[in-house]
Structures are given as C-alpha cells and as structure tokens.
C-alpha cells in the first residue's frame, strides 16, 4: 500500500511539473489579445486605445504592424485574435477574407505629404491624378521647384491607402500607377518623404502627424478633424477593427470599450474622428464603392 502511494505521488508530481506550464500559458493567454495589421490604423487609435484598456481591465493588446491585408487574413486564419484595416475585406482576392468580420472604429484622411523643403502648398483633384498617371513628371508643373517629381506609393493594389487612392480618384481599384518608387509599407514611404526634397506620397493623416514631413492642402482643403468630421476635407476612409465571425469574450470586450464613449474619448484626443462621431460620411463613401458596414 506503501508502495502504491509513493508511486501515485510521483506520477502527481510529474504531471504538476508538465501541466503548470501549459497552465501558466492558458492564464497569460487570457490576459493578452494579440494584434496585428495597418500601421495607420495602430498610429490613429490602437495604441492609445490599447493603454487605455489595460489600464482598466490589466488585459495587455501586444501589437504588431504587417498592414492592412495581414490584419485581415491573419485573424480570418485564427493565427492572431484581432486585426487592424483600412480597407474593407477583398475575398475577390482571398477567400479566406470571407471569414473576417470588420468593425468600423474611426475616420481617417488620407494626407497629401512633401518634404518640408517644399514650397507647394496645395495639389487639386486633377494634379494628383496626373501625377499618379505620370503626366506631371516635375514639380515647376505645379508651382514648385524645377525638380523632378518622384512619387512613392504602397507596393500592390490592395494596401488600404493604395486601394482608397485608387477608389477616389479613378474609381478603378485595378488602376496602375506609373512611378518606380514603391514601397512595402507606409512607414518607409513616410521616411523616403522626410529625406527626399523631391519626394511625393499619401499616406494616412494620423500616421503623417508624427513624421517630420509637410502636410499640404487637397483642393484647398486641410485634413483636420473638424473638416474631415463635417466631410469638407474629400480624401477619408474608414478604420476597421477585425475579429473572427465568433470572436473571443476578451475581444468582444475590447470592440465594446473601443466604441464606447470611454473609448471615444481616447479616439478624438488623438485627434482622429470616432466612427459614430460622423455617420454622415457613410453615404459619401457608397459614391466610390466603398463596403460601410
């Protein structure tokens, strides 16, 4: 009997030693959520959003960039619990963005940025399209400098400020643009803007504030929040939250507090507008073909 005891006693600690692990994992996986997707997105709320939440609930959101097309197909493969878009699903292109559920969080303008050198101070409707159709090749065209014009856009047709470009511009989200400046994100294209004198992209307005770059005027028209709230300012599209179709109790949690008032509140003071803040914007953004929900 002895005997039997030692050995059951044994085989209790040999299974603690391999169980706690597998349970210390479990409880730090209850108190993370992983995120993932558009650098645009994590810059105009998710970050504060993130400090917000676990300072109220000690839920920490690890986050990670990888754009808008990773935030989407990451979590439609359960391979992270919640993304981040700025741009809505495409299964044209991937089936597997059937399976995606997006949250509309925010408005965020798309910003026209030049080096701070740059004396041009505003672009129209119609110089932007010919510059990404190449037929402004210099900057003299335009009231600049008699410099050549390099324009850096988003590598692919599917990163949210590539297909938002091409959406209201040229309303043809298959539209080639003829430059060879391309980049695989936002932040480098950010980067090339703030060293290259002649450099020209658009990026998102939240993610252009904290760059030392210059932000010039569309159609005479800033990207401010109280223009791109009231819809004055054109260039905007929505932020998105991704989830699974049956997301987690944390993450149903998380989209709770994110539009909560509470949450709101942390938006607008990072100067971006609140989904529910303008909800006249929705029937503007159906103009371009642009999927809402």
């Known amino acids: 009997m002895k005997k039997q005891f030692t050995i059951l006693t044994g085989l209790l600690v040999i299974l603690t030693f391999h169980l706690a692990p597998a349970a210390h994992a479990m409880a730090a996986d209850e108190d993370t959520i992983r995120w993932a997707g558009c650098g645009v997105t994590k810059k105009a709320f998710m970050q504060e959003l993130a400090k917000g939440y676990e300072k109220k609930t000690g839920i920490k959101i690890e986050l990670e960039g990888g754009g808008a097309t990773r935030g989407i197909r990451d979590t439609a493969g359960l391979k992270i619990d919640m993304g981040g878009s700025c741009r809505m699903s495409l299964p044209e292109t991937d089936r597997s963005e059937l399976y995606a559920s997006l949250h509309p969080i925010a408005w ?106 210059k932000i ?61 803040d303008a909800p006249n914007l929705m029937s503007k953004m159906l103009i371009y073909g642009f999927d809402v929900r």
Not at 161 to 190: C, H, W
Not at 224 to 252: A, D, H, I
């Open 108 to 213: 965020d303008a798309l910003a026209i940025i030049v080096n701070k050198a740059n004396p041009v101070n505003n672009l129209t409707t119609q110089q932007v399209k010919n510059i990404y159709e190449g037929k402004i090749t210099n900057w003299k065209e335009v009231g600049g400098k008699d410099l050549p014009l390099k324009l850096y856009v988003r590598r692919g047709n599917i990163s949210g400020v590539g297909y938002a470009i091409r959406q209201y511009i040229f309303k043809d989200s298959n539209k080639e643009f003829k430059t060879k400046y391309l980049e695989n994100s936002s932040g480098p294209l950010e980067q090339a803007v703030e060293k290259d004198p002649a450099a020209m992209g658009i990026t998102g307005v939240s993610s252009a504030r904290k760059r030392d770059v």
């Open 216 to 276: 010039i005027q569309f159609d005479g028209k800033e990207p401010t929040f109280n223009n791109v709230k009231e819809g004055k300012y054109q260039l905007y599209r929505p932020l998105y939250l991704v989830t699974s179709p049956t997301p987690s109790r944390k993450v149903k949690s998380f989209i709770s507090f994110a539009m909560s008032e509470e949450g709101r509140k942390i938006i607008r003071a990072n100067q971006t507008v609140p989904y529910k």
